[in-house]
């Protein structure tokens, strides 16, 4: 077998076999195929696409290229959890807790955040102590005696990926669907989970920009996912606007707080209960996401998610009075944004929200850049909210003068104010299954 | 300015400035540019193509690369001329004399053939004695007193190309249209002539299987010679059939010598006299193609264009005894092909002629294939001619025992003889100026 004729065949649109991708990941990872062939394979493929059983099966050969988790040791249908990621996305910290108290084991590895979408790693670092990294006893251990472990993910896990993700992101390749679909879930199979429970978001915030590609990514996923033998579903959901009142770390991490408490916004709880039902679903504890919707408010209502999430937040190392108290160092550079007029708050586009609060502190421009976890930016009216002039809008927080200032500078076009009540989109679009 | 940026401008199909090309092609060369960069952008553009700015940009831009012949001490309007390739393709080295013959001067640069299609300096290699390399000074003071030199390529000529031609081998970007104009186009701009002629063939045998491949390739190197101001014409043929009755390179040396003594094959002379005319045409030596051909068929009536083929091969060291007594050695393993019928031989594919020389030792599989100078194929008869049952139709020569066992199992596939007189396509298609 000779590369240049497998990349032929995918330029000139024809499908490769099991074993040609077999041989081109093997290849790449044990690097007899040179990073110049795989790249020119990888622009084929956003041109060209690749059909169901060819991205199972690179999902399934990237899988394979390291470490693989094995939980059978822990008991019960363990589930996952991923999201294509938004701008205020908090639900994993959410849905955590909350299915975990309804019985169905969570063993989740997660990602640091890029650009302007965060990462439920950085949010957890924001607690006083918590730890991120578990040996995989450690992990196991924990996920059997409280239901619930969130870490980062192993650098052994999935090496195939990780060489494959930092070739495309050089060489313009990145946004082909069938690579980013064999992507995430080449990670969600790797870590063991039966069953997988997807956010796939659209929108100016999201990694998507429109609905029939989250359609597509969402369709080839499920896809990959049952060829591979997991349980896998969808939620389409909008990421046009952001996602509950935070964003920012610390932030937001105050406000999974406040939800557990029952008083979260909610579009927040809307979007974690409709995963969090099909995570029910899906390790077999509801017949339907409409039982499971109820049996997660349960979990709310009768404070079980809030002693789950303390649970967790201790057995990680993380100190629980800093949560119970609300502890949590902010960005000392701190500017309210008043109403010019009174009106309802009209949409804000959720990739320059993202940007503001990247501008802030909260995000990374490049995998190096550190990260402020105080910086960030609340919501005190959401888009659709009456506010009078005068009252505050937006509270903006930076550890920086300078970059507050900077966000001040981008903050006049983003609040628009009219006697029109905007219409907002529906949150759930779809589920595919 | 970042590569991948511009790797996604081409993949979304936008226009590259010169100023991005130019990064481009420097940076390569340079090596600032990683090969995995180039080669993502290449298969872009084999998807999006380029529009003819940009393909002249990248050709100047390559043409830059390295060392430009200076042939201003060249008395008179040199004229340059390139064919893509062809099965039995002699035609350099029958036009070279003729249009020297007729006062254009030719200071050629030519390549060695790979895979099927012959080269120009490895025929000149059958030669006993001649050279195939010399230094500028004696190139440039041989045209002045012949009127003509053909040299094998420079190694300090267009490296960029060079680099990028051995990226595109081993990514499957070579048949991009524009990627292989501007590649052909760099070269005959570095090496100075004034005037370009250019044979485009198409068929079986040749680079562009189609004539609208064909014509979209001669158009965009027209486009791109007038864009740098050399006068450029373009003339289409057909490669279907094989050219002449010789294949291989001693026995197409011999037939340009019967051909120069007036005694060649109709075929030959006919894309020879069209492509020599427009040479003349383009070097101001004629007012139309028709005076062209007058001219050229005077230089070989008079027995001009003979001499001055002499007094070429003497002065690159051939040994001129060997042209006159026609003392080549050739393969010594030989087998003449009867017929097996009465009739009219039908079409022989070009490519299959081309393979079968190859077989016999005629051509390189790879670039480190050694040649048999010796070996290759004469057609007694060419097909559309009446043969008797039992007279022979074809000759094969080789060096080696074995590969002439191998060819002649592929002879018995290819000779079909019947009683309807097939129709021969027309050798030239059109001319584009």
Known sequence: MRMVDLIEKKKEGLVLTKEEIRYIVEGFVQEHIPDYQISAWAMAVFFRGMNPEETAELTKAMAESGEQLDLSEILGRVVDKHSTGGVGDKTTLLIGPMVAACG??????????????????????????????????????????????????????????????????????????????????????????????????????????????????????????????????????????????????????????????????????????????????????????EEGKQLLRKSLDSGAAWERFLQFVSAQGGDCRAITNRAFELGTCQERILAQASGYLQKIDARRIGNLAMVLGAGRETKQSEIDLGAGLVFIKKPGEWVEAGEPVLLLYSGDKEKLTEGLLMVDKLIQISSEQPELPELIQEVVR
């Not at 969402?218 to 996602?243: E, F, H, P, Y």
């Open 104 to 289: 169905v084991p969570i063993a989740k590895m997660s990602g640091r955040g890029l650009g302007h979408t965060g990462g439920t790693i950085d949010k957890l670092s924001s607690i006083p102590g918590f730890k991120v990294e578990l040996s995989q006893e450690a992990f196991i251990a924990q996920v059997n005696k409280i239901g619930l472990a969130v870490v980062a993910q192993s650098g052994n896990l999935v090496p195939a990926d990780k060489k494959l993700y930092a070739l495309r992101d050089v060489t313009a390749t990145v946004n082909s669907i069938p690579l980013i679909a064999s992507s995430v879930m080449s990670k969600k199979i790797a870590a063991g989970a039966r069953g997988i429970v997807l956010d796939v978001k659209y929108g100016s915030g999201a990694f998507m920009s429109t609905l029939e590609d989250a359609r597509e990514l969402a369709s080839q996923m499920v896809s990959i996912g049952k060829s591979l033998g997991r349980d896998t579903v969808a939620v389409i959901s909008d990421m046009n606007q952001s996602l509950g009142r935070a964003v920012g770390n610390s932030l937001e991490v105050l406000e999974v707080i406040e939800t557990l408490q029952g008083n979260g916004p909610e579009d927040l709880l809307a979007v974690s209960l409709e995963l969090g039902a099909w995570m029910l679903v899906v390790g077999e504890k509801a017949d339907s996401v």
